[in-house]
């Protein structure tokens, strides 16, 4: 039976409960998908527009701190070459990613919060906002940070951050995390960074071993609750190095690709104004995989602009997608891609979230508001 959507494409619709987003993520027949895949890019094109914003991401570095069971540069696996990119190799990625009109970049890397690392960061985003008079908008994600480290990056001119939950559940979480991983604190960072004054982004793995669908309902309250600027969500691919390999998922390839397109669409019918990436992740299970994502409410893509040389050693799981291409090669092939879907690419913008310049407006007409 195909699922009540909201059907006006324009209206908010709300907030959907817990049991109707939960029937979302379990309708997974053709018909059900199809509907509410419709629906929600009626959504997104009657809140966004029929197009996708463009942030070309920089993993500067698989340097990392941290041990997440999942992930393939986590810092126990010995299996890979360590680098670091200088700043001089970032502000010409970011260069690039200006000239090809991509408006935004992202830099990713490991989470570190030593002394050289912080200053180290700052300094890049600062000769970022020096190209072409502050035109390139800067995403970071960059982990768990202090408030103090949250304020300097932002005060060199970062404005938006990407940190995802992972597991809107603390119980699923600390089964995904060594033991000196904290959800209360990583939920904290994400009230942190709103206090800053960064649009912020979270997110979650789809599919990954241990996780129901109530947790994935839990995880578009969870993104609603707090009231994010922006979502980035993928399926979770294993990596052969990752000790969580050893844990099957319940969902094949195929099955978990478009669970992942039904959290894409539930997530836009729960926060219809606000950015959502089309991870690379669903490109490594389906070639179309991104374009999918658009097509189910998706807005953001995140091109890859990292040097090739450096590209197989940022393998947070198997199979990840354009490790011999470079820049120039996938952009011509995204164009291609986006067009082919009938949507537009926002050239030389930021495409900043529109819930948060909404938020903004709000605040400020409230009494007393800045
Ligand atoms: N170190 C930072 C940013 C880099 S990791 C951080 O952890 O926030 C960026 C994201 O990659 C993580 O948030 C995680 O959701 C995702 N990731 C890691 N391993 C993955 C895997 N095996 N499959 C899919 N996504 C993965
Ligand atoms: Fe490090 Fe991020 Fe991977 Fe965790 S997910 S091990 S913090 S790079």
Do not use: F, K, M, V
């Given at each position: 039976m195909e699922r009540e959507a909201p059907t006006s494409a324009g209206a908010a619709p709300g907030a959907p409960s817990r049991e109707e987003t939960l029937a979302w993520l379990a309708a997974d027949d053709p018909a059900s998908e199809e509907a509410l895949f419709r629906r929600a890019y009626e959504v997104k094109v009657a809140h966004i527009g029929r197009t996708v914003n463009l942030r070309g991401i920089v993993e500067f570095s698989n340097i990392c701190s941290k041990n997440c069971y999942?992930?393939?540069?986590?810092?126990?696996?010995?299996a890979t070459n360590r680098y670091q990119m200088t700043v001089g190799e970032i502000l010409e990625c970011a260069r690039w990613a200006h000239e090809a009109g991509y408006g935004s970049v992202v830099l990713q890397a490991g989470e570190r919060s030593d002394a050289r690392f912080i200053a180290f960061v700052e300094e890049a985003v600062s000769g970022i906002k020096g190209i072409a008079g502050g035109a390139v908008g800067v995403t970071l994600s960059l982990g768990e940070q202090s408030e103090e480290t949250y304020r300097r990056w932002f005060a060199a001119g970062a404005h938006r951050y990407l940190l995802r939950i992972?597991?809107?559940?603390p119980a699923l979480y600390a089964r995904l995390h060594?033991?000196?991983?904290?959800w209360e604190e990583r939920v904290e960072c994400l009230r942190r960074l709103r206090r800053v004054g960064y649009q912020v982004g979270t997110g979650v793995m789809i599919?990954?071993?241990?996780?129901?669908l109530d947790d994935l309902a839990g995880d578009v309250l969870f993104y609603r609750e707090l009231d994010v600027d922006m979502v980035g969500m993928g399926p979770y691919v294993v990596h052969?190095?990752?000790?969580?390999?050893e844990r099957e998922t319940a969902l094949d390839g195929p099955a978990r690709l478009r669970l992942a397109l039904r959290m894409i669409a539930a997530t836009r019918l729960a926060l219809p104004d606000i950015n959502i990436a089309a991870a690379t992740a669903l490109q490594s299970l389906h070639p179309e995989g991104r374009e999918m994502g658009i097509r189910a409410g998706a807005n953001i893509i995140m091109p890859n602009v990292t040097p090739t040389k450096y590209r197989a050693q940022y393998q947070l799981y198997d199979g990840k997608p354009c490790l011999d291409e470079n820049a120039a090669m996938c952009r011509g092939c995204l164009a291609r891609r986006i067009e082919g879907i009938g949507e537009t690419i926002a050239l030389n913008s930021w495409g900043d979230s529109r819930r948060f310049a909404r938020r903004a407006k709000e605040e400020g007409s409230r009494p007393g508001g800045a």
């Open positions: 999942y992930c393939g540069i986590r810092r126990d696996n010995r992972e597991a809107s559940n060594p033991g000196d991983h904290s599919g990954i071993p241990g996780q129901t052969h190095e990752a000790p969580l390999r």
